[in-house]
């Protein structure tokens, strides 16, 4: 069965660096999303993805934050300087179509620890 | 706003007991429901989903969800519960945006255990 893939499961990196969150999407899916879960919150919104451009982006999602497609299966999340705070786990999602009782399927996700 | 909302982070229950998890989703318009599941070191995995169709919605490894408009509820459901159901339980409601892509709230999950 076709799934989300997510590399690194686990990334540590000190405050101030930047890192690249990465994503193999289901390969005939369109729609790209990312997602985060701080220890012991909810799963939030960050940032949807469709045909190469940002769709929607929550107010977390603020400029030290992008994405990109960069070739035709990789989709990335990069943090330009991170933060204490942006510790937490971020799951990518992908979906076929972007309705309302779409189905997004999500990948196991990467544990980002910011010392 | 849509939002969901979870009652009980942790639920514990024997094997072979009914699993009872609870959902309530506060929406301005007929919602679009979705229970996701995430076992240890893994993604979060669609349980089932309700569209509207029927109030009744029957979902993978037994669970089944029933959607209550008066209760505002979407409380997730197993008759007998098994040890391999142990992992943490979303319930999500579908956003749509101005621009017409959709997004999904999550409640705040609830860890089931399951003992013997």
């Known amino acids: 069965e076709p799934e989300v893939t997510q590399t690194p499961s686990h990334q540590v990196t000190q405050m101030g660096q930047e890192v690249i969150l990465r994503c193999v999407p289901i390969s005939n899916h369109l729609y790209f999303y990312w997602y985060r879960q701080i220890l012991g919150q909810k799963v939030e919104f960050l940032v949807s993805f469709y045909n190469n451009e940002i769709s929607e982006k929550s107010e977390i999602f603020d400029d030290q934050f992008s994405v990109e497609r960069p070739d035709g299966s990789n989709f990335t999340l990069k943090i330009r300087s991170t933060k204490l705070e942006d510790s937490a786990m971020y799951f990518c999602?992908?979906?076929?179509?972007?309705?309302?009782?779409?189905?997004?399927?999500f990948g196991a996700g990467t544990r980002l620890s910011v010392l | 706003a849509q939002s969901v909302t979870q009652l009980g982070s942790h639920v514990s229950v024997s094997e072979g007991a009914l699993v009872l998890l609870r959902c309530n989703y506060s929406s301005s318009v007929p919602p679009y429901l979705f229970w996701y599941v995430q076992y240890p070191n893994q993604g979060l995995q669609l349980l089932l989903k309700y569209t509207s169709a029927a109030t009744l919605v029957k979902g993978i490894n037994g669970f089944e969800a029933e959607f209550k408009k008066s209760e505002t509820s979407f409380h997730l459901t197993k008759p007998s519960a098994h040890m391999s159901d142990a992992a943490e339980y979303f319930c999500?409601?579908?956003?749509?945006?101005?621009?017409?892509?959709?997004?999904?709230?999550f409640g705040a999950g609830t860890r089931l255990a399951v003992h013997p």
């Open positions: 999602a992908s979906s076929y179509t972007s309705g309302g009782g779409d189905i997004q399927y």
């Open positions: 999500a409601v579908s956003v749509l945006s101005s621009g017409g892509y959709n997004k999904l709230i």
